[in-house]
T-cell receptor
Framework: ETGVTQSPTHLIKTRGQQVTLRCSSQ?????VSWYQQALGQGPQFIFQ???????GRGNFPPRFSGLQFPNYSSELNVNALELDDSALYLC?????????????FGQGTRLTVV | AQSVTQPDIHITVSEGASLELRCNYS??????LFWYVQSPGQGLQLLLK??????LVQGIKGFEAEFKRSQSSFNLRKPSVHWSDAAEYFC???????????FGSGTQLTVLP
C-alpha cells in the first residue's frame, strides 16, 4: 500500500508567476483535499475533489484551482502568485463516504514566493 | 462554523514526565475529532481519533485523549514523554457538511533531557 506522495518537495517562484503542485492519493482513496499551512499556523482547508469535481472549498480566492484525474491523483494550481502564498501545501486523501476513515497526509510541498 | 482552540502555543517538559495538551472545539453536531503530529518539515501523522463510543481513546506511540462533551474538550495525554515526542501537535475537527478538517494553531512540544 503506497501512501500519499507530493511533488515537488520544494519550489521557489517569483511573484506574479503560476505554479502547479501534484499529489498522488493513497491506494484505494478516491477523495483528495488540499491544505495551506503558513509558517507557525495550522493547516487551512483550500478545497476537496471527488469524482474529478470540486465538492468543497475553503476561504481561498479563485486563483487557487485544482484538478482531479481518473486515477484520483490531483493538482493544485495557483495563479498570480503573491508573497503571502509562501507556505507548506499539504495534500490529504481518504475514501469518500466513510466517515470513519481518517485523512492521510503527504509530506507537503514547500512553496516560496520571492 | 466550526473552530478549534489550542491555548498553549509552546510546552516544555522533561523526558519521563507526563504530558497534557489542551484542545477545545466549537461544532454544532457530534464532532469527529483528531490529533495529528508534525515533525519539522514533514507532513501530518494521525495519532488518534474520536468518532463515537468510549470517550477515552488510545492512539499510537502511547498517546491517549479524552473527549468531554460538557467542556467541548479533547485533550491529549501521555504518561511518560520520550525525547522523540518533540514535535508540533495539532487538534482538528471534521465537518462532513463542509467536507473539511479545521485545525487548531498547534502546540509546539519541547522535551528536555
Amino acid at each position: 500500500e503506497t501512501g500519499v506522495t507530493q511533488s515537488p518537495t520544494h519550489l521557489i517562484k517569483t511573484r506574479g508567476q503560476q505554479v502547479t503542485l501534484r499529489c498522488s492519493s493513497q491506494s484505494g482513496h478516491n477523495t483528495v483535499s488540499w491544505y495551506q499551512q503558513a509558517l507557525g499556523q495550522g493547516p487551512q482547508f483550500i478545497f476537496q475533489y471527488y469524482r474529478e469535481e470540486e465538492n468543497g472549498r475553503g476561504n481561498f480566492p479563485p486563483r487557487f484551482s485544482g484538478l482531479q484525474f481518473p486515477n484520483y491523483s490531483s493538482e493544485l494550481n495557483v495563479n498570480a502568485l503573491e508573497l503571502d502564498d509562501s507556505a507548506l501545501y499539504l495534500c490529504a486523501s481518504r475514501q469518500h463516504g466513510q466517515m470513519n476513515t481518517e485523512a492521510f497526509f503527504g509530506q507537503g510541498t514547500r512553496l516560496t514566493v520571492v | 462554523a466550526q473552530s478549534v482552540t489550542q491555548p498553549d502555543i509552546h510546552i516544555t517538559v522533561s523526558e519521563g514526565a507526563s504530558l497534557e495538551l489542551r484542545c477545545n472545539y466549537s461544532y454544532g453536531a457530534t464532532p469527529y475529532l483528531f490529533w495529528y503530529v508534525q515533525s519539522p518539515g514533514q507532513g501530518l501523522q494521525l495519532l488518534l481519533k474520536y468518532f463515537s463510543g468510549d470517550t477515552l481513546v488510545q492512539g499510537i506511540k502511547g498517546f491517549e485523549a479524552e473527549f468531554k462533551r460538557s467542556q467541548s474538550s479533547f485533550n491529549l495525554r501521555k504518561p511518560s514523554v520520550h525525547w522523540s515526542d518533540a514535535a508540533e501537535y495539532f487538534c482538528a475537527v471534521f465537518s462532513g457538511s463542509a467536507r473539511q478538517l479545521t485545525f487548531g494553531s498547534g502546540t509546539q512540544l519541547t522535551v528536555l533531557p
